[in-house]
């Protein structure tokens, strides 16, 4: 999971580009990069950390031109203390090109072959982004027959590389002295939208469009941008840098499946994807959440709900208000401190728990809690958290996950690699709630949570593969899964 956003404008772009940035941080925390275009000439700066930290006043003057991209990155693919492996990437051939890439690729091994013996090129990562750019560079280069570049010439080479690579990527590229380009996989797993708004300072008569593709729709509102549409599955986006809009559908089957993580967890509420609220379909969680409880855990046992700020509020809302429980908030969070989920090692996860919540006794003493959570996924957060209710005087703790039992492996742009990690692989109810130390373990079921993100949209289906064990690319396979965990233990 990471952040990306381009935009295509009529002045400088590097600030538009640094404030998009700053309102996707809470997709990754672990680098960030910018690299605009000024004519032909690139510019990039990218740095480990977080947006406000990584970026000084020099650096902002040196991202001169007004096309520009940027990154904030979230590791599920080489290593995240490694500055090189920050995004964006950059090849000099053909033309030069820049790109971003929010997803995870599953045929990497078969790529870096390709790429060696057949395509001639030298990767300097373990990163599957560069080898997307590598494989989009190829798939360019067998296109160009003269200087000019065509828009269907960059159509049938994102056609290429739909047909070489395998996985779920949204993609933001840059050529050189052309434009801007735009593509998401032919299952729509990751997230793209599509913006745009007039050119406030174009001469009178003159049309121009200023134009945004971004992670998120937060970003486009915020930043003035009227919402456009969604990058349609396998869809590409050209721009040129004069704000001509070019779009081409480019993969032979595309479908939508968009990963139902990013309306229980990834995404903030304020955001609308694939014509879904993710803060309403929170809320729906929180109802049939309601329902399970319910159904559960005798009345009397519960004297309050609570939430864990702040991607669970309105699921616990909904909670309360159906079941007629009181709402309370017993945890006060940090602001300072990132999300404990993306935090790149177990050791991190857990010491920063401490740091981000704090449990205020009067909220707890003699009381029986119900938690609620918008998922579980190590473990390692619940645990401290119902440590620290237990601490604070709760008499009983009733834990409970808006999402359901997370026990497969996630390829799909979300650092789950490994079954051994996974807190409810292997185990029952009973046992899991042990491991936590909770009184009580309630999970949403999966059709709930299912019925409850697509209601009243026009999406059919959810990417759920950590909750079924069902990979909709259909090419992740036992063995697959065996070496992405060898590869992430060694």
């Not at 409850?452 to 949209?457: F, L, V």
């Amino acid at each position: 999971m990471c952040g990306i956003v381009g935009i295509v404008s009529s002045g400088p772009v590097n600030q538009q580009v640094y404030d998009s940035l700053l309102l996707l941080q809470h997709r990754g925390q672990d680098s960030t990069g910018i690299a605009t275009a000024d004519g032909s000439r690139f510019h990039i700066v990218k740095a480990k950390g977080q947006v406000r930290e990584a970026f000084r006043t020099r650096d902002m003057r040196s991202l001169l031109g007004n096309v520009g991209l940027g990154h904030v990155r979230y590791a599920t693919k080489g290593a995240a203390g490694n500055e090189q492996e920050a995004q964006p990437f950059y090849v000099n051939a053909p033309y030069g090109i820049v790109l971003i890439h929010n997803g995870n690729l599953t045929n990497t091994r078969e790529l870096n072959q390709e790429l060696f013996h057949i395509d001639r090129r030298h990767l300097n990562t373990s990163s599957d982004t560069e080898l997307l750019l590598n494989v989009l560079a190829t798939e360019l280069q067998g296109q160009v027959s003269g200087l000019d570049l065509e828009p269907d010439q960059v159509f049938d080479a994102v056609a290429n590389v739909h047909e070489r690579i395998e996985g779920s990527y949204a993609v933001i590229s840059i050529i050189a002295g052309h434009g801007l380009l735009a593509f998401r996989d032919p299952f729509g797993i990751r997230p793209l939208v599509l913006g745009k708004r007039s050119d406030a300072n174009a001469l009178p008569g003159v049309q121009r469009d200023e134009w945004i593709v971004a992670s998120e729709s937060l970003v486009l509102e915020a930043s003035g941008y009227e919402v456009v549409r969604e990058v349609a599955p396998g869809e590409a986006i050209f721009i040129t840098q004069n704000g001509e809009m070019y779009s081409r559908q480019c993969a032979k089957n595309p479908v939508l499946v968009p990963c139902s993580f990013e309306y229980v967890y990834l995404a903030r509420p304020d955001s609308v994807m694939n014509g879904i609220s993710v803060y309403e379909a929170r809320l729906r969680l929180g109802n049939r959440l309601a329902t399970t409880i319910a159904d559960l855990t005798p009345m009397g046992d519960i004297d309050v709900v609570m939430p864990i700020p702040d991607s669970s509020r309105p699921a616990a809302m909904q909670v309360a208000q159906k079941l007629g429980v009181e709402y309370r908030e017993g945890f006060y969070k940090n602001r300072y401190v990132g999300r404990t989920f993306i935090m790149p090692g177990q050791a991190e996860r857990k010491k920063s728990v401490r740091q981000k919540l704090n449990a205020m006794s009067t909220e707890f003493k003699g009381k029986n809690i119900l938690i609620v959570d918008d998922s579980i996924v190590r473990g390692t957060t619940s645990k401290e958290i119902v440590e620290m209710a237990r601490a604070a005087g709760a008499n009983k703790v009733t834990f409970t996950s808006a999402a359901p039992p997370v026990r497969f492996p996630h390829v799909y742009g979300i650092n789950m690699p490994s079954r051994e990690e996974l807190i409810a692989h292997g185990r029952s109810f009973p046992e899991i709630a042990r491991e936590l130390g909770a009184d009580h373990l309630i999970y949403q079921e999966i059709s709930d949570m299912e019925s409850a993100i697509i209601e009243g949209s026009d999406v059919k289906n959810l990417e759920m593969s950590c909750f079924t064990g069902e990979y909709v690319t259909g090419t992740v396979s036992p063995e697959y899964l065996a070496w992405v965990e060898a590869t992430q233990r060694s």
